[in-house]
């Protein structure tokens, strides 16, 4: 009886990373001599959305790279949707740190978007004007129509960062990955942005977001993930979001008055 | 000027100060994007050691030995610098000075040493090139361009930048979307599948490529120039990256044209009584036109710009 139940909740867990739309397991990243990231798992729940939370310098935007392959990892490996990365890239979205490009490069908006057709056009294919209609109905969902001419540098922060999600949204994904899409942005732009992402998750698609204001999780995510080099819990924000939990990945960089006027779940 | 003159004496350096100029340009758009520039001022020096080496290895003044001599130098010089970046930790630009600078002073010091009196190799060959002594002497005229005969008897340089021109295009028309994608966003990039470290790495060895081809008929100081100052100007020109490509090769053009006829013609024009280098002229002219963008190019201030 005991060896039978084993096995089905052995059954149970294997199905749960086998269909999950990313899981990850056993993550090590070094960039020097310290780990960023030490024996990281995490299995995203499909449908939801989830932040990674964690101090500066956590790793957070490291795991996030290293499950996509961006940066090679010491040991660990990533299946997405039970499979492996290189099988799956049509189905991931990646919108890298608005900061890590040079927005002076010189390019038109909907160019940028363009990028997210790549798998659909591939090297030499010609640019039909379906392709141009899909590129500009994503910067309408993110209400950036009027700006599909402008040069990129002539954007503000949050317009950046906005034609970065019409680029995800081009790709057609079901697995969204997105490092810090409310850093430096005009509260606008974060609601607009946070629409976009309730609108995937209605549509059944998968949201994963590295996410720094606190304040906003309960608002935002159904699921965290709370990580300090090592992973220290994951789950339903009703159930992971918890002091305890705060405390053990923020240290005493976060403050016991701060904590009190978070939403968090009991525990 | 009479076709009987011009074709042999000017036509073939023209065309060839021309293909070079953009051959270099082409690529020099991607590397000033990336930031690094200085890739181009560094494989046009090492060139030296190399095509030095080549020479005293094979003992004759060819073409094919110095330019392979020039590519294993190169890449030798690509190996280094990625190891002083590493070990030491230092910053690129940094790596790659010390490496071009010390390579090229081995290659001067080599270059000293070797008895090379009897055959046209000396530091100043490598820094001007001999474009001026790059002619036709099969020409008569116009008629020639449908001569076989005399066709044969163009020089080899005009063929092999040719071809490298030729090459350099069809990679960049191939990987047109892959080199814009993974130079504006090599994170994303590497996130759709693209190899990043593949495509930069094959820039720099078109680059490579370029530069030495370019180099045995001109010299570094055209390579170094074009690398540069047509991508620079054209990037003052234009917000769109397909057309700063298109203004790079016009301005690589006007800087091979304008600076062959006014080394040639100017000083004589001034009252002095000797043309001067062209090379050292196409590369100033590129200089001049540069700084011509950077007081007058419509995108030179970039972060206000107008919308258009």
Redesign the interface.
Same mark, same amino acid.
């Given at each position: 009886m005991t060896v039978a139940l084993a096995t089905e909740q052995g059954i149970a867990a294997v199905d749960l990373i086998a269909e999950s739309p990313l899981a990850i397991r056993g993550m090590t990243v070094s960039y020097g001599e310290k780990p960023a990231v030490f024996s990281v798992d995490m299995t995203v729940a499909e449908g939801a959305m989830t932040a990674i939370i964690g101090p500066n310098g956590a790793g957070k935007s490291t795991l996030l $790279?290293a499950a996509?392959?961006?940066i090679k990892p010491l040991a660990g490996q990533a299946t997405v949707f039970g499979a492996s990365l $290189?099988t799956q890239?049509a189905r991931?979205a %990646?919108v890298?740190q608005r900061a890590?490009?040079?927005w002076?490069?010189?390019?038109?908006v909907l160019?940028?978007v363009m990028?997210g057709l %790549?798998?659909e056009? *591939?090297?030499?294919r010609r640019v039909r004007a379906h392709h141009i209609d899909k590129a500009t109905d994503c910067l309408d969902r993110v209400g950036m129509a009027d700006f599909a001419d402008?040069?990129i *540098?002539?954007l503000s922060g949050g317009q950046q960062q906005r034609v970065f999600l019409a680029?995800a949204l081009a790709q057609g994904a079901d697995l969204y990955?997105l490092d810090e899409p409310f850093a430096g942005v005009d509260a606008a732009t974060e609601k607009a942005i946070i629409s976009v992402l309730k609108s995937l998750i209605d549509e059944g698609k998968t949201v994963v977001a590295v996410h720094h204001d606190l304040a906003t999780v309960t608002e935002y995510f159904d699921h965290v993930f709370l990580i300090n080099t090592r992973k220290v819990a994951e789950g339903p924000v009703s159930e992971a979001f918890t002091s305890g939990n705060l405390i053990a990945a923020y240290g005493g960089r976060l403050a016991t008055a701060q904590i009190d006027q978070l939403d968090l779940a009991a525990g | 000027m009479s076709g009987a003159e011009f074709v042999p004496l000017s036509l073939t350096p023209l065309l060839i100060g021309v293909f070079s100029a953009i051959a270099c340009a082409l690529p020099g758009n991607f590397l000033v994007l990336r930031r690094q520039a200085l890739i181009g001022d560094a494989i046009s020096h090492v060139v030296l050691p190399g095509i030095v080496v080549a020479f005293l290895v094979t003992g004759v003044v060819s073409a094919w030995p110095m330019m392979i001599g020039a590519a294993l130098a190169s890449l030798v010089a690509v190996g280094l610098i990625e190891a002083i970046r590493r070990l030491g930790k230092i910053e690129p630009g940094a790596a790659m000075g010390v490496t071009f600078t010390a390579m090229f002073a081995g290659g001067v010091l080599l270059l000293e040493q070797t008895d090379t009196s009897s055959v046209h190799l000396d530091v100043e060959h490598a820094l001007y090139g001999n474009l001026e002594s790059l002619i036709w002497l099969d020409a008569i005229g116009w008629e020639s361009l449908l001569d076989a005969s005399a066709l044969a008897g163009l020089p080899d340089e005009l063929l092999r930048i040719f071809m490298t021109l030729i090459g350099v295009c069809l990679f960049i028309g191939l990987f047109w979307r892959p080199l814009k994608v993974s130079t504006f966003d090599p994170g994303f990039a590497e996130a759709l599948g693209m190899r990043t470290g593949l495509i930069g790495l094959s820039l720099v060895v078109v680059a490579a490529v370029a530069a030495v081809a370019a180099f045995d008929a001109v010299g570094s100081i055209i390579v170094i120039a074009m690398f540069i100052c047509p991508p620079a100007a054209a990037r003052m020109m234009t917000n769109q990256l397909g057309k700063q490509i298109g203004w790079s090769v016009v301005f690589a053009m006007l800087s091979a044209i304008l600076g062959y006829v006014l080394a040639g013609y100017g000083p004589l024009w001034l009252g002095a009584n000797h043309a001067v280098s062209a090379a050292g002229m196409i590369a100033t002219i590129s200089g001049l036109l540069l700084a011509l963008a950077a007081i007058a190019g419509p995108c030179r201030h970039r972060s206000g710009a107008p919308a258009h």
């Open positions: $790279k996509l392959g961006v $290189k890239r991931i %990646y890298p890590s490009v040079d002076d490069f010189p390019t038109r160019d940028v990028m %790549y798998r056009l *591939g090297l030499l402008r040069q *540098g002539q680029r990955l | -």
